[in-house]
T-cell receptor, first 114, second 114 residues
Framework: AQSVTQPDIHITVSEGASLELRCNYS??????LFWYVQSPGQGLQLLLK??????LVQGIKGFEAEFKRSQSSFNLRKPSVHWSDAAEYFC????????????FGSGTRLSIRP | DTGVSQDPRHKITKRGQNVTFRCDPI?????LYWYRQTLGQGPEFLTY????????KSRLLSDRFSAERPKGSFSTLEIQRTEQGDSAMYLC????????????FGNGTRLTVT
């Protein structure tokens, strides 16, 4: 069965510091991987996605993620965070099917220290 | 593109009452999904429509829950005989027919059962 694990419930980083949010997935075949962000009172917004090809994918707002098949990981990174990045971040996986539902992790809450 | 719209934003109801939520997807999107999100958790898949056909239902969706999409446009999610455990954010998302096209989420309907 598909599953996603985000081991960090809450992370605090200083503004301007680098960020890495961890994500591990379990899926029997080639997964499709996503990172979504949810700000307070806002809907989920897609940051980036990985389907195939280059394992380092670029997303919006300066975020990137790297797919590592050997580690079943898809960690999200940003070289320098801004106060506006404070939000909840969700990693998600779906299968190779046109109607596959997306399975979400439990999320990591990011706080920014001024 | 006005985005995915959900109504109402908030609903407070007494245990045992029935509630109905509405979702208007992005107009050209054929796929519509319902998710439920509780505090501190990621969204959990409930059900999925391709046009008017309900193609998949989660085991989370008890007999008290029913979803419809009668004309392949808007969708409704009804919960009968609400229980306190139904309190959650109910999220609607839509996507196009392109394989693994990203989900576009609405802002959700927050249900509180007292």
């Amino acid at each position: 069965a598909q599953s996603v694990t985000q081991p960090d419930i809450h992370i605090t980083v200083s503004e301007g510091a680098s960020l890495e949010l961890r994500c591990n997935y379990s899926y029997g075949a080639t997964p499709y991987l996503f990172w979504y962000v949810q700000s307070p009172g806002q809907g989920l917004q897609l940051l980036l996605k990985y389907f195939s090809g280059d394992t380092l994918v670029q997303g919006i707002k300066g975020f990137e993620a790297e797919f590592k098949r050997s580690q079943s990981s898809f960690n999200l990174r940003k070289p320098s965070v801004h106060w506006s990045d404070a939000a909840e971040y969700f990693c998600a996986v779906s299968g190779y099917s046109s109607a596959s539902k997306i399975i979400f992790g439990s999320g990591t809450r990011l706080s920014i220290r001024p | 593109d006005t985005g995915v719209s959900q109504d109402p934003r908030h609903k407070i109801t007494k245990r045992g009452q029935n509630v109905t939520f509405r979702c208007d997807p992005i107009s050209e999107h054929n796929r519509l999904y319902w998710y439920r999100q509780t505090l501190g958790q990621g969204p959990e898949f409930l059900t999925y429509f391709q046009n008017e056909a309900q193609l998949e239902k989660s085991r989370l969706l008890s007999d008290r829950f029913s979803a419809e999409r009668p004309k392949g446009s808007f969708s409704t999610l009804e919960i009968q005989r609400t229980e306190q455990g139904d309190s959650a954010m109910y999220l609607c998302a839509s996507s196009s027919d392109v394989d693994n096209s990203p989900l576009h989420f609405g802002n959700g309907t927050r249900l509180t059962v007292t």
